[in-house]
Antibody
């Protein structure tokens, strides 16, 4: 059974950093690209960024709203994708989901999300 | 900046048929945008319904179907059931750089 479990969220002050983790099981993690999607309270979904599989270079791309502040990495030996979030702003408050990408153009499985609250 | 548009809300009667749409603030949606659809109930993670315009994800009943209608992507639910009451999001693939852009979501009420 495919499972994605996010962790690392919490309450953080503006300007600080956080690293979120997405721990995968039930599939060969290294074969898949992984995306992060966030949802601010009461708002819609927003794609944040993704990381390709090592077979496709392991490169990353980001939404304009987070480029330069967020970075995604992966550890295929541990089946974990990471989202490093720096210089946090109050508008980064959201539930952060990781999602698996079986192809270039879609998401299939989603984790349950981890809440990041940015507040002083 | 490209905006993906969806109806903010829609209502359907139990057993009825409803079509939700996904458009662009400028231009037409085509299969080249690989539209996909996700269902989300409050407090839950999104669930993948449709990808690449009209392919149902594993386990999704055939009451859900996707298509291109005119200049928009569309999600049609036939024989609506009470547990279809959810938020529905479409997302379009904009290519390298902009990648994926979600619509604002449609809140579907079954009453």
């Amino acid at each position: 059974e495919v499972q994605l479990v996010e962790s690392g969220g919490g309450l953080v002050q503006p300007g600080r950093s956080l690293r979120l983790s997405c721990t995968a099981s039930g599939f060969t993690f290294g074969d898949y690209a992984m995306s992060w999607v966030r949802q601010a309270p009461g708002k819609g979904l927003e794609w944040v960024g993704f990381i390709r599989s090592k077979g496709y270079g392991g490169t990353t791309e980001y939404a304009a709203s987070v480029k330069g502040r967020f970075s995604i990495s992966r550890d295929d030996s541990k089946s974990i994708a990471y989202l490093q979030v720096n210089s946090l702003k109050t508008e980064d408050t959201a539930v952060y989901y990781c999602t698996r990408q079986p192809g270039a153009y879609r998401f299939d499985y989603w984790g349950q999300g981890t809440l990041v609250t940015v507040s002083s | 900046q490209t905006v993906v548009t969806q109806e903010p809300s829609f209502a359907v009667s139990p057993g009825g048929t409803v079509t939700l749409t996904c458009g662009l603030s400028s231009g037409s949606v085509s299969t080249s945008y690989y539209p996909s659809w996700y269902q989300q109930t409050p407090g839950q993670a999104p669930r993948t319904l449709i990808y690449s315009t009209n392919t149902r994800s594993s386990g999704v009943p055939d009451r859900f179907s996707g298509s291109i209608l005119g200049n928009k992507a569309a999600l049609t639910i036939t024989g609506a059931q009470a547990d279809d009451e959810s938020d529905y999001y479409c997302v379009l693939y904009m290519g390298s750089g902009a990648n994926w852009v979600f619509g604002g979501g449609t809140k579907l009420t079954v009453l």
